[in-house]
T-cell receptor
């Protein structure tokens, strides 16, 4: 079993829809949680960074962390065709673990105009 | 700040050849990471540096792989005697190395194809 599980999709939604992306994890040492967006043949771009359980909002994006359930989510409101990309969840145990990131497989999102 | 840069962006090589990739991190970032990403998968950690010191290597990094970061600035990743299974996107990331809120910024990657 992988440390981080993420449904690869693809997830196809109409423009304007609310998108929900999720990851589960098994390692209790993970303390920092991130969402990256990756366009085809490009490097990952950081979208959201959260520490501990709770919600964090940034524009149309909301990141949610539930450490008791080992479950994280990313919500995208008013989705746009330009949001079409692969969304990667990532997590780390912090500096004592080298801050190295463990990624999910990524969810392919397609927003149709 | 120009971000993390990687060179080359694409590399096609024949099996058995050696290849070397370069990564230039964001200036003043003392941590540098290498990841490998295959099609349909998320990036997997390979190794990382704190300044010029290589602090950890993944089990994915076989003896054919070597990485350096001379003078704590740019880094190189060399693969000797390439195999078809080495075909992947090689990503470099850098960060300040803070205890809290340490953010890794990724470069565009080097796509390696081994024929």
């Amino acid at each position: 079993q992988k440390e981080v599980e993420q449904d690869p999709g693809p997830l196809s939604v109409p423009e304007g829809a609310i998108v929900s992306l999720n990851c589960t994890y098994s390692n209790s040492a993970f303390q920092y949680f991130m969402w990256y967006r990756q366009y085809s043949r490009k490097g990952p771009e950081l979208l959201m960074y959260t520490y501990s359980s709770g919600n964090k909002e940034d524009g149309r994006f909301t990141a949610q962390v539930d450490k008791s359930s080992k479950y994280i989510s990313l919500f995208i409101r008013d989705s746009q065709p330009s949001d079409s990309a692969t969304y990667l969840c990532a997590m780390s145990g912090g500096l004592e673990y080298g801050n190295k990131l463990v990624f999910g497989a990524g969810t392919i999102l397609r927003v149709k105009s | 700040d120009t971000g993390v840069s990687q060179d080359p962006r694409h590399k096609i090589t024949k099996r058995g050849q050696n290849v070397t990739f370069r990564c230039d991190p964001i200036s003043e970032h003392n941590r540098l990471y290498w990841y490998r990403q295959t099609l349909g998968q998320g990036p997997e950690f390979l190794t990382y540096f704190q300044n010029e010191a290589q602090l950890e290597k993944s089990r994915l990094l076989s003896d054919r792989f070597s990485a350096e970061r001379p003078k704590g600035s740019f880094s190189t990743l060399e693969i000797q005697r390439t195999e078809q299974g080495d075909s992947a996107m090689y990503l470099c990331a850098s960060s300040l190395g803070r205890a809290l809120g340490d953010t890794q910024y990724f470069g565009p990657g080097t796509r390696l194809t081994v024929l």
